[in-house]
């Protein structure tokens, strides 16, 4: 198949690159020609790879400032270079906001909206220095923009990264553009924890108006676009990627006749 953009040689770190989403997007990367180096707290069971070309795996928990540091260093030893980096790695598990302690809370928060803005702002230094400078690309999601019942502190953190990401893109700009992805339900190996059988999983892709949920590929295929010289003059703005959205809860009560 032919690449859908073409970024041979662009230099790329994925956080939580190596399962679900972030996955799916590094794979997307490398079928574009890119390099990546992926990171997480343990290395997946098998790297991404395409035509010979396999993702570098770097030990980092996002939470520590000099691991992030050290990710950063690896991708520039190897490739001279950061042209993109994504903030995917993040999630929360179900926990009601009336009994969550403030530790976690506190350690939600610390891991989605902190993290992002300590990995970008070490991405940040170096894209500054290099003459085509750079781009971020923050991995929301829709608890951005609905309520997150069951998920508070993670749907306000996701909330606080798209305003942070045009915060910074104001900060960054004109060497280093940020945007965020606005992610939908998406189908990954760890979906049926979230939404049951397969059964159950075709329930709720029925109730989005592309009638299915998105898989991982949807989801790197937008990133490819941000990074891409087509996304050039794109800048501050979050993205969209939910197949049109949720309907709203009154067309199923509604009797009104049409």
């Known amino acids: 198949m032919d690449k859908i953009l073409d970024l041979d040689g662009m230099a790329v770190i994925v956080t939580g690159g190596g399962k679900g989403v972030g996955r ?24 991404p790879a395409h035509n010979g070309r396999t993702a ?28 993109v980096l994504v903030n995917n790695a993040g999630g929360a598990p179900y926990a009601e906001a009336a009994t969550a302690s403030p530790r976690f809370s506190e350690s939600i928060i610390r891991l989605n909206l902190i993290a992002p803005l300590n990995f970008s702002q070490v991405a940040n230094r170096v894209m500054q220095q290099q003459e085509a400078g750079g781009c971020i690309i923050n991995i929301a999601s829709v608890s951005t923009i609905r309520p997150s019942p069951g998920t508070a502190a993670y749907g306000a953190a996701k909330a606080g990264l798209v305003n942070l990401g045009a915060s ?14 606005v992610v939908g339900l998406t189908k990954t190996e760890q979906a049926h924890l979230h939404y049951g059988d397969e059964d159950g999983i075709a329930a709720v892709g029925a109730t989005i108006p592309l009638e299915r949920m998105a898989v991982p590929e949807d989801v790197g295929n937008a990133c490819l676009f941000l990074a891409s010289p087509l996304a050039s003059y794109v800048s501050g703005t979050n993205f969209a990627v939910h ?10 009560a509604a009797n009104a006749s049409s």
């Open 243 to 252: 197949g049109g959205g949720e309907k709203p809860a009154f067309l199923e």
């Open 24 to 47: 799916g997007i590094t794979e997307c990367f490398l079928k574009a020609g890119a390099n990546v180096v992926i990171c997480g707290r343990t290395e997946p069971e098998s790297l």
């Open 56 to 83: 570098l795996f770097t030990a980092c928990d996002v939470r520590d400032y000099e691991q992030i540091e050290s990710c950063v260093d690896l991708a520039l030893q190897q490739f001279g270079r950061v042209d």
């Open 168 to 181: 910074l893109a104001i900060e960054w700009a004109p060497k280093v553009r940020v945007n965020a992805l």
